[in-house]
């Protein structure tokens, strides 16, 4: 009876220091949390194209005029324009257009994967405004043997955690047919706010409008 006691007794005195420590956890994690709500945004001019962008799977790694052939190698597969609208995009001259385009606004990145060090897509930032805190991500596209997989998760989540410290809300335009790009943003808690046209070479193209705003960023951590 006494050694069955005292059982009880240690199972109790460990079951209230695993409640300390949970408390404990929790605690700084609310720390954490408040603390970073309450960074300011930085005033600076900030750069759209850092240098530094990166983890342990993929380096993301400004957009160079020399890096056509070399993106060009992942774009010119069909496949991975089939729900944009510039389905062509895979023939080097449609391709050439829309480089040109990433390089006249340098804010566009080559997405490297680190374990093989092959280039396997790109992504960049657009359409940042000062005056009302925003950004937009997009024009991301990665090779197919990437798709499913971490590697567009984790490039948004560095594409976000740098442009938070800069606005308040980031922005995505995804064409209506575009049902890939729109099932990924929904997946990383993006929100579906609008609707918007843009004229796509001459023909006006319906895009969904998402948004994820820095202060639901920083609770979903």
């Not at 006494?2 to 220091?17: A, G, P, S, V």
């Not at 391709?95 to 990145?109: E, G, V």
């Not at 989540?157 to 049902?179: C, G, P, Q, T």
């Not at 001459?202 to 979903?220: A, P």
């Amino acid at each position: 009876m006494i050694i069955k006691l005292q059982n009880n007794n240690m199972y109790i005195r460990n079951w209230m220091e695993n409640i300390k420590k949970i408390s404990h956890i929790n605690w700084i994690k609310k720390f954490i949390l408040l603390f970073k709500q309450k960074q300011p945004i930085e005033k600076i001019n900030p750069n759209w194209q850092p240098h530094n962008l990166q983890n342990s799977i993929v380096t993301l790694q400004p957009l160079k005029e020399t890096d056509f052939e070399k993106l060009f190698e992942v774009a010119s597969d069909p496949h991975i324009w089939d729900q944009h609208p510039s389905k062509n995009r895979y023939i080097k001259t449609a391709f050439r257009i829309f480089f040109d385009s990433l390089i006249s606004n340098p804010t566009a990145f080559l997405i490297i994967d680190k374990t093989t060090n092959k280039i396997i897509g790109s992504t960049r930032y657009n359409e940042y405004n000062r005056e009302e805190s925003r950004i937009c991500i997009g024009g991301t596209f990665l090779s197919r043997n990437y798709w499913g997989t971490q590697y567009n998760k984790t490039i948004k989540y560095l594409l976000l955690d740098y442009a938070f410290k800069f606005v308040k809300n980031v922005f995505f335009h995804v064409s209506k047919d575009n049902i890939r790009s729109q099932k990924s943003l929904l997946s990383i808690g993006a929100k579906k706010v609008g609707e918007v046209e843009f004229d796509h070479y001459g023909e006006k193209v319906l895009h969904y409008k998402y948004l994820i705003k820095k202060t639901d960023w920083i609770q979903n951590l």
